[in-house]
């Protein structure tokens, strides 16, 4: 292969190769992991970040197309979207495992028993009102937020059926889940952490294929083809994105390599000589991962990248 990486803020360079790819688990053996780690992450996380932050009754509700953004993570495998109104509750009776119940019209999945029978009370709003006044609650915690986006997905329709539904002594305990949503989403376990290097080590592999010789032909490939092989690559391994690849080259000899982001130019055909830059991440198993990376195109004749790069990136690392 021609092209020479330079792994961004590494000083070492090194001709492009494959990188093994690890595999890629089957759709059903993913969603047994992602809900293994999800009971995991019920019966760890949740009870730790309600101690810490002193709340005892979290309520999250979603509709059907509106989801939630935490509500979205808290979802079973199988489970792609709410089903129409979604109202998740966990109750900390200060025992080991936080209690969760779904008032919804179906348990949602193993974790969260169904706590609503809409034959008994038709009201989906009077039966949660009911359970939360039965556990009396100090304070009653709801995804609202005006700093993180995440923590904002309670609508205003849902708040405001959900106030009105509650006794009138128990709104005034209503507060902000903002700690708990941030915390829910930020926070990774000892599972997780087992299975993110792997997860990285396939973003990586997929990224030294794109990097070489089989994705791009200096004078033909542009940067939007190379963005497109990259999602198609993606895609033909059964994963997704949680953003379009970002293709860009600097060029010595360019008028000005040091416009950014918003003014650089569009589509520019690859040329050896190039510096290529790509920011590329993939989903799996419900985690992210987020690399930027170099590759250096070799002129005819070169064995390495320009002494100034190399020195460049020796400084960097």
């Known amino acids: 292969m021609r092209l020479l990486f330079l792994f961004l803020l590494t000083p070492i360079s090194l001709f492009a190769q494959h990188l093994p790819m690890p595999a890629v ?19 760890t996380v949740v009870p730790m970040l309600m101690r810490r932050e002193g709340i005892d009754l979290w309520v999250i509700v979603a509709r059907e197309y509106n989801e939630d953004p935490v509500i979205e993570t808290m979802l079973p495998a ?18 080991a495992v936080v209690e969760r119940l779904a008032v919804a019209r179906y348990a949602v999945g193993d974790a969260f028993p169904a706590a609503w029978n809409p034959e008994e009370e038709p009201d989906q709003w009077k039966r949660l009102a009911a359970l939360i006044a039965e556990r009396n609650p100090q304070k009653i915690a709801v995804n609202r937020s005006s700093t993180f986006a995440h923590a904002d997905g309670m609508t205003d329709t849902e708040f405001d059926a ?24 930020e926070t990774r376990t000892p599972q997780e952490m087992q299975l993110y290097p792997m997860i990285v080590r396939i973003a990586h592999a997929i990224i030294a294929e794109g990097l070489s010789e089989e994705a791009i ?23 997704i994105t949680w953003f379009h690849p970002s293709v860009s080259v600097q060029r010595a000899d360019a008028a000005d390599s040091r416009s950014d982001f918003s003014t650089r130019p569009g589509e520019m055909t690859i040329l050896t000589g190039d510096l290529v830059h790509i920011d590329f991440g993939i989903t799996y198993l419900r985690l992210n991962t987020d690399t930027q990376q170099h590759a250096y195109i070799l002129k005819p004749g070169e064995t390495e990248a320009p002494a100034g790069l190399r020195a460049a990136l020796a400084a960097g690392g």
Not at 217 to 238: A, C, H, K, M, N
Request: proline share 4%; hydrophobic share 45%.
């Open 217 to 239: 032909q200096p004078g033909v490939t542009t940067t939007e083809d190379l963005e497109w092989w990259f999602r198609e690559r993606i895609r033909s391994l059964g994963l």
């Open 78 to 95: 199988t489970w792609l979207a709410a089903r129409r109104r979604t109202i998740l509750v966990f109750y900390d009776r200060g025992e």
């Open 25 to 43: 688990l089957p759709l059903r053996e993913q969603a047994e992991v992602i809900d293994r780690v999800l009971l995991d992450r019920f019966e």
């Open 162 to 185: 959900l106030t009105a539904a509650l006794p009138a002594g128990l709104r005034g305990r209503i507060v902000s889940a903002e700690n708990l949503a941030v915390g829910w989403l």
